[in-house]
T-cell receptor
Framework: DQQVKQNSPSLSVQEGRISILNCDYT??????FLWYKKYPAEGPTFLIS?????DKNEDGRFTVFLNKSAKHLSLHIVPSQPGDSAVYFC????????????FGTGTRLKVLA | DAGITQSPRHKVTETGTPVTLRCHQT?????MYWYRQDPGHGLRLIHY???????DKGEVSDGYSVSRSKTEDFLLTLESATSSQTSVYFC???????????FGQGTRLTVV
């Protein structure tokens, strides 16, 4: 049973436009959420995170929104650049108990020049 | 960059042979993780450690064992490799709750 879901395997966006990547989770114990970016043949790199006490966190071109009632988070990239083309993973964790990160299946973003 | 080193980076092994992958960190982080990445499955947690000699199973632990005898090293062992364990394996480290994990460069394992 997949606790973190990314239902869109791929997304194509024109350069300069907004990219919106979505993620849903099922475990109500999750209270910290993260987005990672992965290029081929490299390890995932951390992008941005959000705690469940917030509904928005912004870092430059990247903004993460959290809707706890819907168990849904999204990553907005504005403006999108060709270098943003990568696979994006969302992850969730619960601060109670031993700490681990559960990842989604990823969304491949292609930004078209 | 976080100090995480995975070894080997690439390995080809035969079905039925034991394989050990090593993750070494220089950050003194408490938590260490092993994930595998497969097409259509994303990153799946195999095992993790929350301290020296403290480990627990993840989502896909069957066929894998781990050991952590010191803070900086986390070993993943495939006791008898199978073709279904062909994958890219990533180690990650974390300070703990409400912090991000840092990943190593990955180990590409092929079981023939």
């Amino acid at each position: 049973d997949q606790q973190v879901k990314q239902n869109s395997p791929s997304l194509s966006v024109q350069e300069g436009r907004i990219s919106i990547l979505n993620c849903d989770y099922t475990n109500s114990m999750f209270d910290y959420f993260l987005w990672y970016k992965k290029y081929p043949a490299e390890g995932p790199t951390f992008l941005i995170s959000i705690s469940s006490i917030k509904d928005k966190n912004e870092d430059g071109r990247f903004t993460v929104f959290l809707n706890k009632s819907a168990k849904h988070l999204s990553l907005h990239i504005v403006p999108s650049q060709p270098g943003d083309s990568a696979v994006y993973f969302c992850a969730a964790s619960a601060t109670s108990g031993t700490y681990k990160y559960i990842f989604g299946t990823g969304t491949r973003l292609k930004v078209l020049a | 960059d976080a100090g995480i080193t995975q070894s080997p980076r690439h390995k080809v092994t035969e079905t039925g042979t034991p394989v050990t992958l090593r993750c070494h960190q220089t950050e003194n982080h408490r938590y260490m993780y092993w994930y595998r990445q497969d097409p259509g499955h994303g990153l799946r947690l195999i095992h993790y450690s929350y301290g020296v000699k403290d480990t627990d199973k993840g989502e896909v632990s069957d066929g894998y064992s781990v050991s952590r005898s010191k803070t900086e090293d986390f070993l993943l062992t495939l006791e008898s490799a199978t073709s279904s364990q062909t994958s890219v394996y990533f180690c990650a480290i974390s300070r703990g709750p409400n912090t991000e994990a840092f990943f190593g460069q990955g180990t590409r394992l092929t079981v023939v």
